[in-house]
C-alpha cells in the first residue's frame, strides 16, 4: 500500500523497519554476529531484502540499545559485553524483574493465569526432549510476558534494553543441558508463585532465579579462562 505521493505508508515502513531490527536483534543474541564483528550496512541490507536507510535505522535502534557500536567514520560492529558487564546487569535486572513479577502476581486474569501455566508445560517439555533452542525461546517469551503483565511501563522499559544486552550470556547458558535443567525449575517456581497470585513469593523466584544466573555465568567465566589455549 502507497501514499498519495507514491511511497509506503508511514505504518508500513515502520513495520519493515520494526522487523529487520527483529531480525538483526535476534541474530545477535543467538551469537551469529560475534562481538566486535562489523555490521556492514550494504551486507545486511541484501540479506534481508531491506534498503540500506531500514538497515541504517534498525541499527541506531539496536545502538540504543546496546547491542551495536556507532564506529565514526567506520559504520557499525557488534557491542562486546563482557561477563562482569553482564553480572553487573542482572543484578540491576534482580530488582526490576522482582517488581515486575510481584505486579503480574497481584493483578493477573484467570486467562492469562492458565496462559503462564501452558507455557510451564511447554518449557518444560521442551527441556526433557532436549530442544534447548526452543527452551530459549519460551523462556524470552515468559521474560515478555511477565513484564508486559505487569503494566509498568517504567520497569519494562528499563528491562527491555537491560535483558537485550545479557540474554546473550543467558542463552549461551541455557544451550548447556545441565544448566537448562536448573533453568527450567527457576522459571517454573516464578509461574508458580505468579499464578498463586503471591507478590512476595514471585519477587523471590526472581531473585532466586537470577542470583543463581550469575553464579553460573562466573562459574562458566572460571572454566573457559582456565581451559588451555588450543
Do not use: W
Amino acid at each position: 500500500m502507497s501514499s498519495a505521493i507514491g511511497g509506503p505508508l508511514p505504518e508500513a515502513a515502520a513495520a519493515v523497519d520494526k522487523r529487520v531490527t527483529d531480525v538483526i536483534r535476534a541474530a545477535i543474541i543467538r551469537g551469529e554476529y560475534a562481538p566486535n564483528q562489523r555490521l556492514i550496512e550494504a551486507d545486511l541490507s541484501a540479506a534481508f531484502s531491506a534498503s540500506r536507510a531500514t538497515v541504517r535505522t534498525a541499527l541506531l535502534e539496536l545502538a540504543g540499545e546496546g547491542l551495536v557500536e556507532r564506529l565514526p567514520n567506520r559504520g557499525s560492529r557488534v557491542r562486546a559485553i563482557s561477563v562482569d558487564e553482564a553480572i553487573e546487569i542482572l543484578e540491576v535486572r534482580i530488582g526490576v524483574e522482582g517488581l515486575c513479577a510481584a505486579k503480574t502476581a497481584a493483578s493477573i486474569s484467570d486467562d492469562d493465569a492458565a496462559a503462564l501455566e501452558r507455557l510451564r508445560a511447554r518449557m518444560i517439555e521442551s527441556v526433557a526432549e532436549g530442544d534447548l533452542v526452543e527452551y530459549s525461546r519460551l523462556h524470552l517469551s515468559l521474560d515478555n510476558r511477565i513484564r508486559e503483565l505487569s503494566h509498568h511501563a517504567t520497569a519494562a522499559d528499563v528491562l527491555a534494553r537491560l535483558h537485550a544486552q545479557s540474554v546473550r550470556h543467558q542463552f549461551k547458558l541455557s544451550s548447556r543441558p545441565q544448566r537448562a535443567k536448573v533453568s527450567v525449575l527457576e522459571h517454573a517456581a516464578i509461574i508458580d508463585a505468579v499464578v498463586a497470585r503471591n507478590p512476595d513469593a514471585a519477587e523471590r523466584a526472581v531473585r532466586s532465579h537470577l542470583l543463581s544466573v550469575i553464579e553460573a555465568l562466573r562459574e562458566v567465566s572460571a572454566a573457559e579462562s582456565e581451559a588451555p589455549a588450543t
